[in-house]
Structures are given as C-alpha cells and as structure tokens.
C-alpha cells in the first residue's frame, strides 16, 4: 500500500521543483514506499502519482529517464523491488483510469 499522507513527507522533499517526465506535472512532494519521512537521493526511484511514469532523481532532484536497462537490472537483483514497483505502477493507473 502507498502511504501518501501528508505527514510522511519530508519538510525538504517539499522543496522539489521539477516535473514530471511523462505528464508535466509538479513534483512537489516525496515520500519513500514504507511511508518513512525520507529525502530522496541521486538514483532514487520515483513513480508519478497522477500517470505512473517511472524515473530516477538525479543529483539536483530532479528527475531524469529510467532506461529499460536499469529497470531489467532492477527486476533481477531486487526482484521483490522490482515486484513492488510494478505493483504501485499498476495501482496508479487503475486508480487513475477506473
């Protein structure tokens, strides 16, 4: 289950400023998948809340492309991450689209 409540983000993740990729939308807050209060990092995976799109943060927190090699990487030496990814990927865009 995401936990994106309020009060599990991070008073500095409140601070980002960039968009995402895909839709464009304000990356605004953060918060990690156990719901800890937590600023993201360089090479951190972040997932759209409003379209489900997969990236990475880069070093100004910002969000650059996930290639579909480092998702494979992902997927076969942290399957159960990689599970979770999908998972909430998934629960997004039903969410979203019914």
């Known amino acids: 289950m995401l936990n994106l409540k309020k009060e599990s983000l991070h008073p500095k993740a409140a601070s980002l400023k960039c968009k995402c990729l895909s839709c464009n939308e304000p990356l605004e807050m953060a918060t990690s998948a156990d719901g800890k ?26 969000l650059e492309p996930l290639s579909e090699g480092e998702l494979n990487h992902i997927k076969k030496v942290d399957p159960k991450s990689y599970r979770l990814l999908m998972d909430a990927v998934r629960l997004i865009k039903e969410r979203n689209h019914g």
Request: charged fraction near 25%.
């Open 37 to 62: 209060s937590e600023v993201p990092e360089k090479g951190n995976i972040s997932i759209c809340i409003m379209c489900a799109n997969v990236a990475k943060f880069d070093e100004d927190l910002c």
